[in-house]
């Protein structure tokens, strides 16, 4: 990315690419968050599965890092393979943290009334959300680049 907007001949190609670097480091910044939150906040429970969304972080920075250095397909293809592992990180989680909230509550899901409440839980559904937002942001900065 950095070669990138250096090397850019025209406005237009270095308006894309500080495009694409600001996105991309918003990304980053939100993986070395979100692995910073998990740890500091101690988010895991006796299963294995509360640690994923730390992984996640903990492998999506080092990528996305590497992404401002390198773009070719040997660092391109694994990650964006890993910002849709991100996404799907985020989707299951908020799926988990509704459903978890629906059976503290004991409310349906499938009733509007139980949704709402299972949503304004204490599990934060849309907090699980923000790793979908951030592989879902990358991703879209990786596959806009071209070799």
Do not use: C
Not at 60 to 81: D, E, I, K, N, S
Not at 116 to 145: C, D, N, Q, Y
């Amino acid at each position: 990315m950095i070669e990138a907007l250096i090397r850019a001949d025209t406005e237009e190609k270095r308006l894309l690419e500080f495009i694409r670097s600001a996105f991309l480091l918003i990304a980053m910044v939100g993986f070395a968050f979100y692995g910073m939150e998990h740890w500091i906040l101690d988010h895991w429970t006796e299963s294995w599965q509360s640690r994923i969304p730390f992984y996640v972080s903990l492998v999506g920075f080092p990528l996305t890092l590497l992404m401002f250095f390198h773009r070719g397909r040997w660092v391109r293809y694994p990650f964006l393979l890993w910002m849709l592992v991100s996404v799907a990180t985020g989707v299951v989680g908020a799926y988990y943290h509704l459903l978890w909230n629906a059976q503290d509550a004991e409310v349906n899901l499938f009733s509007l009334a139980g949704f709402l409440e299972a949503f304004k839980g204490s599990r934060p559904v849309l907090a699980a959300l923000a790793h979908t937002h951030v592989g879902a942001v990358a991703f879209v900065v990786g596959i806009t680049i071209r070799d």
